[in-house]
């Protein structure tokens, strides 16, 4: 069963404009939920992370996501997109029981930021 | 700090070849993962240990094998490639198992190996 679902595959937004990428979960209980940022021929960079700690976690390079229990999600924006952001962002959760725990990634989105 | 460092980066093989893809983590991690990224799928878990000496799969775990001998290597094996195994390969390490009760876990990616199986 999909735990996380990404809800874009694809997202353009304007230099200097709002981005928002889309991620619910499913979950029995409340999981950590992670988001993670992929350049073109590069490795996986964590941007944020959700421990339960504060619903509104901010990361690094100004994004930020916010924990919604009730709505089961987990986006992730930015206030003003630059063209360094262009990329793909994963959306990951951690779950499973005793002895089968594994990190579960959404599908992705790939950001598009145009000049 | 190196962190988590797979080799080699880029690799072409021939339909029934073997190789092995390393991985090699510094930071003391007993959690570690092995991860094949196709376009539309994300990424999906091959493998995975809890330990030296303990190895499981995941979600796609066919055509590959794994060891974990130490705490700080996790090679991953094709016995015989195939070109349904051309992919990217991301070895990850944990800090903790990825328990959802954990509120300090995190996974460090290294940079990928990019295989084309011709």
């Known amino acids: 069963a999909q735990s996380v679902t990404q809800l874009d595959s694809h997202v353009s937004v304007s230099e200097g404009t709002p981005v928002l990428l889309r991620c619910n979960y499913s979950?029995?209980?409340?999981?950590?939920l992670f988001w993670y940022v992929q350049h073109p021929n590069k490795g996986l960079q964590l941007l944020l992370k959700?421990?339960?700690?504060?619903?509104l976690v901010k990361g690094i390079n100004g994004f930020e996501a916010e924990f919604k229990k009730s709505e089961t999600s987990f986006h992730l924006t930015k206030p003003s997109a630059h063209m360094s952001d262009a990329a793909e962002y994963f959306c990951v959760v951690n779950k499973g029981t005793s002895g089968t725990y594994k990190y579960i990634f959404g599908t992705g989105t790939r950001l598009k930021v145009l000049a | 700090n190196a962190g988590v460092t797979q080799t080699p980066k880029f690799q072409v093989l021939k339909t029934g070849q073997s190789m092995t893809l390393q991985c090699a983590q510094d930071m003391n991690h007993e959690y570690m993962s092995w991860y094949r990224q196709d376009p539309g799928m994300g990424l999906r878990l091959i493998h995975y240990s809890v330990g030296a000496g303990i190895t499981d799969q995941g979600e796609v775990p066919n055509g590959y094998n794994v060891s974990r001998s130490t705490t700080e290597d996790f090679p991953l094996r094709l016995l015989s490639a195939a070109p349904s195994q051309t992919s990217v390969y991301f070895c990850a390490s944990s800090n903790t198992i990825p328990d959802p009760t954990s509120m300090n876990t995190e996974a460090f990616f290294g940079q990928g190996t990019r295989l084309t199986v011709v």
């Open positions: 979950s029995s209980y409340s999981p950590s």
């Open positions: 959700y421990t339960s700690a504060a619903t």
